[in-house]
């Protein structure tokens, strides 16, 4: 028989694992108030305070439980489509003025997929695109709204409509003709450096994470299923829990030193 | 790639960052077995702070330096503007530092050419043309043209230089062109210029009425925070009230597409609508409002000095309601297009005591020959409800650029105004004098000539000397041919301050170096009135210097070092302190540097350690007297804020056989302004490489016009030739072409009218008259 702790706990934990960021902060609350009511008329008699939740979910756990696998619409461990174009490393980076820098579009898109920015329904649940023989890398914040906000396309693919057969039109879709080559002349530009990728040794302790988890929060999204950049797939993409073994450590401190010990006589003490 | 021992790779992956510790960022680290020291962690390495400098909303950017270089860019999570998100053109900014093609030296035209020279000999030159053009053709003969993408302490030293000490009024930016008409709407009904709310309305408001501006493109992150305001609560509503259907539309709940330039009708249907329902919160506008008619025969600013003084007389309720009798919804239908119930729905909105409206406009309402008086209609909606200062009841103008946010601190940079007050009343010239050690005999109580006029004085001669800095208005200005014409003619003589070769460098005969943000400290005031530190994080490149120090050179060599701080490095400090001086009341009053240094931002009035959300609030407001009610609207001595009775009035000009299109004129999201930085960041160049025209597609199957192929626009004063698209981005309604401003390729304003608002001196570049010409189809697509 289940424990009433346990009741409780259960469905927090659920809405945890399966909802996305904000929907899961919001949930929780709600789920918050209704168990500290039914504590709270328990505790009534003791003339004890009720504790409130915090309103807002507290921001720097908001996306700890934010990777979801159903996310992928397609079982990450499956073998992808036989013949499907990889992402490369070198592709990945071109795409990215700097590392973290918002990618831009590398294909064409229809004038009313422009307007309207309807990129989320192939980025938001991924699968085996025909019209790329590809896999669709994910949005890593599909709560996002205005997609060509940050992400921007290339002028002389805006307007290509899709699917199309046309083995030209599929080579223009990431090789635009003139566009690279003419305009990086125009820069003198030194973007900051790639985070090494780790050797996938087996008894390697698991790496922390090389970026900032502002609207990376979710790791799946890029570190798992077909989609991804080989290179930075994750070998286990059914452990939800990601930061319990990969942590994001706050760079700008340094190594741990014990402080002075007070020895009461006010010769020492932490200063 | 050079290779990097692993010990420098450590420093270059490693976040340091003492101004996101605490926050929800958390930092990086690549695979450090042992830590290093923690003062090598710091070293060269570090995310530093700024605001964003390529538009006006201000957003906080951290920026990633790397051996005196910028080398990413994020989002600051601690902005509470942009809440750790930025647009692309922000996350790219850094970019813009680094074309191959800066201007890294001073340089002198000789036999036609720009030729190198070292900048103290370009600095002797400026001076000795400045001191020669002052003794042949009299002071005011010289002219600086700036913009508010000028630093506060920029502007503060070109006023105090021309003003003060050179004793002309020649100091204008190019404000005028984008704001003027929303400061003199504030300034009219107000009695004061700067927001009334802020951006935290949008957190609180349950309706936004979105005027005529495509907030998607034109202020992305302040939509998105609208956006977000939705998604949060579903019951929100987004109206996009338009004359094209874009990105904003289709975000939108509702999209309402009305004729250019109406908007004045319009305005006075919905308060005709909200009187005759009975909407009007009469106690608020009892207490709180007088009425005021200004002039109405003000003519359209085509002479060559044609502003205008308003000299409003009294009027009253009643006088308003007779007025507003005129404006019927179905009156306003006629006028507009837009249908009498859409209009009595609006009035609702704005008339249900238990929603909160945000009206929000821009440059399109603006840029009118009665941008002014839009300007006071839309204010007039909300003061006739009472939903204006309190959170979520707002009305707010947007502005452009990064420190547009408003005249009152522009340091005195337009043509009447004195870092406080106007040339005009004896009092503010005395406390400038005073504060600025100059005798008060030196700044003339004549206003001098607004923009327009002034490059039209340079056009006949009345202006023989011109520095132009951080702007560009070669591309800018409207009737473009005309005043090319006028800055190439002989005898005249043109500085410019530069970092990069543009339209406007072509015509100079001095190009100074120009530090760009980033390489030069100082402060920006955005449109909600923030006022954000910027500081130098890398190195200026070759000679170049900020703005107010190449201005401190000339003064130095004209005999006024002692008016300037003579140190380069507390330039900002020195400027601010003096500046302070003339805002010591609660109403301006400025927040200290050192507090914006641990800040992100602090919006004035700045008093005792509080910044002013809502001004004119009792609640908010330090410097609004309680005795007043809930509401001081202390920029009136009277205390009261005025409805203005603007009638609606035909532009000056619109469209008729010969030229059947209105010609709408305005940004893309991945441009700024005359497109000198945008364009060199290839990102952004390669989303939109080139400016085309956007047609309504009946219009362009009627005309035969398919996408992609070229057309020529011909309007009054030139052609331009440019590749028409269709179902594109947007689209205009039936009788409207849109043309993209940044393109210092195709230059949509040589085609754009030079008319502008006689009350604000603002040219209406966003409506003038063109026909399409078929020329071939294009190939190769």
């Known amino acids: 028989m289940r424990s009433r702790q346990s009741s409780v706990t259960g469905p927090l934990l659920s809405v945890f694992l399966i909802g996305s960021a904000a929907t899961a902060g919001a949930a929780v609350v709600v789920e918050l108030k209704d168990a500290t009511v039914s504590l709270g008329a328990q505790r009534e008699r003791a003339e004890v305070a009720i504790p409130a939740p915090p309103a807002a979910p507290i921001a720097a756990e908001a996306d700890v439980f934010r990777t979801r696998l159903d996310m992928v619409a397609i079982d990450p461990l499956a073998d992808p489509q036989r013949g499907a174009i990889q992402r490369t490393t070198h592709r990945y980076r071109v795409l990215r003025a700097y590392p973290g820098a918002p990618p831009s579009i590398p294909h064409g898109f229809t004038g009313d997929e422009f307007r309207t920015g309807s990129c989320k329904t192939c980025h938001e649940r991924g699968g085996y695109s025909p019209r790329f023989n590809a896999y669709v890398p994910l949005t890593p914040h599909p709560e996002m709204g205005t997609c060509l906000q940050c992400h921007v396309g290339n002028d002389e693919l805006t307007g290509v409509s899709l699917p199309n057969t046309d083995p030209n039109t599929i080579c223009r879709q990431c090789h635009p003709p003139n566009a690279v080559r003419r305009v990086e002349t125009t820069l003198d530009w030194v973007p900051m450096a790639w985070p090494q990728l780790s050797s996938k040794t087996p008894d390697r302790p698991p790496p922390p994470i090389p970026h900032d988890l502002e609207f990376r929060g979710n790791c799946l999204a890029c570190h798992s299923g077909p989609g991804s950049l080989r290179t930075i797939r994750t070998p286990h993409p059914e452990r939800a829990s990601c930061r319990q073994c990969h942590v994001a450590p706050d760079a700008g401190v340094g190594a741990f030193t014990r402080p002075v010990p007070d020895t009461g006589d006010g010769a020492g003490g932490t200063s | ?781």
């Open chain 2, 1 to 781: 790639m050079k290779p990097v021992d692993r010990r420098a790779f450590l420093r270059r992956v490693a976040l340091a960052s003492a101004a996101t510790a605490g926050s929800n960022l958390v930092g990086t680290v690549a695979y450090a077995e042992s830590p290093l020291p923690p003062d090598d962690w710091q070293q060269d390495l570090i995310w530093k702070r700024t605001p964003c400098r390529l538009c006006g909303v201000g957003c906080g950017l951290l920026v990633r330096v790397e051996n005196g270089r910028a080398v990413a860019v994020k989002g600051d999570p601690d902005s509470p503007v942009g809440k750790g998100l930025a647009c692309v053109k922000g996350y790219h900014s850094v970019q813009a530092l680094y074309g191959r093609d800066r201007v890294t030296s001073a340089m002198v035209r000789r036999g036609g050419a720009l030729v190198e020279v070292p900048l103290g000999e370009a600095l002797d030159l400026v001076a000795k043309k400045l001191r020669e053009t002052t003794r042949q053709y009299g002071k005011d003969s010289v002219a600086v043209y700036g913009s508010a993408q000028w630093t506060i302490s920029d502007a503060y030293v070109a006023s105090k230089l021309f003003k003060g000490a050179l004793g002309t009024n020649n100091v204008e930016t190019s404000t005028r062109l984008y704001a003027a008409s929303a400061m003199a709407g504030l300034q009219s009904t107000f009695g004061l210029d700067g927001s009334v709310g802020c951006y935290e309305d949008i957190e609180h408001a349950d309706v936004f009425v979105l005027w005529d501006t495509n907030l998607a493109e034109t202020d992305p992150v302040l939509f998105s925070r609208m956006l977000d305001r939705k998604r949060a609560s579903p019951a929100v509503r987004i109206i996009d009230l338009s004359t094209r259907t874009t990105r904003t539309s289709y975000a939108a709940d509702r999209s309402l597409l009305f004729v250019p330039h109406t908007g004045l009708a319009i305005a006075n249907a919905i308060c005709q609508e909200i009187v005759a329902r009975d909407w009007v919160d009469r106690e608020f506008v009892d207490q709180h409002v007088a009425f005021k008619r200004g002039k109405t025969d003000i003519g359209y600013g085509v002479d060559d000095d044609a502003l205008v003084v308003d000299d409003a007389t009294d009027a009253d309720w009643d006088a308003y309601v007779a007025f507003l009798g005129a404006y019927t919804p179905e009156r306003a239908q006629q006028v507009s297009g837009l249908r009498a119930p859409t209009i009595r729905w609006l009035a609702s909105l704005y008339g249900d005591r238990s929603l909160k409206v945000m009206s929000v406009w821009g440059t399109n309402v603006n840029q009118d020959v009665r941008g002014t008086w839009m300007n006071n209609l839309l204010y007039n909606i909300h003061l006739l409800v009472g939903k204006v200062a309190s959170p979520g009841n707002s009305a707010f103008g947007i502005t452009g650029q990064p420190s547009g946010g408003s005249a009152v601190h522009d340091a005195g940079t337009l043509t009447n105004t004195l870092p406080r007050g106007v040339v005009q009343n004896s009092e503010d010239r005395e406390r400038a004098a005073e504060i600025w050690g100059v005798p008060v005999d030196n700044i003339d109580p004549r206003p001098a000539r607004p923009a327009l006029s002034m490059f039209r004085a340079l056009d006949r001669g009345d202006i023989r000397f011109m520095w132009i800095q951080a702007t560009n208005p070669m591309v800018s200005l409207p009737d473009l041919k005309r005043y090319r014409a006028a800055a190439a003619r002989p005898d005249r003589f043109i500085v410019v301050s530069e970092a990069y070769p543009t339209p406007t460098t072509d015509v100079a005969d001095v190009v100074l170096p120009a530090a760009m943000w980033l390489e030069r400290d100082g402060v920006f005031a955005n449109v909600e009135r923030r006022m954000q530190r910027l500081d130098r994080m890398v190195a200026p490149p070759g000679d170049a210097k900020s703005d107010a120090w190449l201005m401190i050179e000339v003064a130095r060599r004209l005999g006024f070092s002692q008016l300037f701080p003579p140190k380069e490095g507390h330039l900002v400090e020195e400027v601010w302190q003096e500046y302070s001086r003339f805002h010591p009341e609660p109403q301006t009053a400025l927040p200290p540097l050192t507090a914006l240094r641990t800040r992100p931002g602090l919006m004035w009035p700045y008093v005792e350690g509080r910044e002013t959300k809502w001004r004119y609030s009792t609640e908010y407001d330090p410097a609004a007297d309680g005795a007043r009610g809930a509401f001081d609207f202390y920029g009136h001595a009277d205390g009261r804020a005025r409805i203005m009775l603007r009638p609606y009035q035909p532009p000056v000009e619109s469209p008729d056989s010969e030229y059947p299109f209105w010609l709408g004129t305005g940004v893309v999201l991945e441009h700024w302004g005359a497109g000198s930085m945008t364009q060199r960041i290839p990102t952004l160049h390669r989303s939109v490489p080139h400016a085309y025209v956007e047609m309504n597609a009946d219009d362009a199957s009627a005309l035969g016009i398919r996408h992609g192929e070229t057309v020529r626009l011909v309007s009054r004063r030139g052609s331009l030739e440019l590749e028409a698209r269709i179902n594109y981005r947007a689209q205009p309604t039936r009788g409207q072409v849109f043309v993209p401003s940044f393109d210092e390729g195709l230059l949509v304003n040589q085609l754009t009218i030079d008319a502008f608002c006689p009350l604000s001196g603002q040219p209406a570049s966003s409506t003038s008259a063109v026909r399409v010409e078929r020329i071939s189809r294009r190939s190769g697509r």
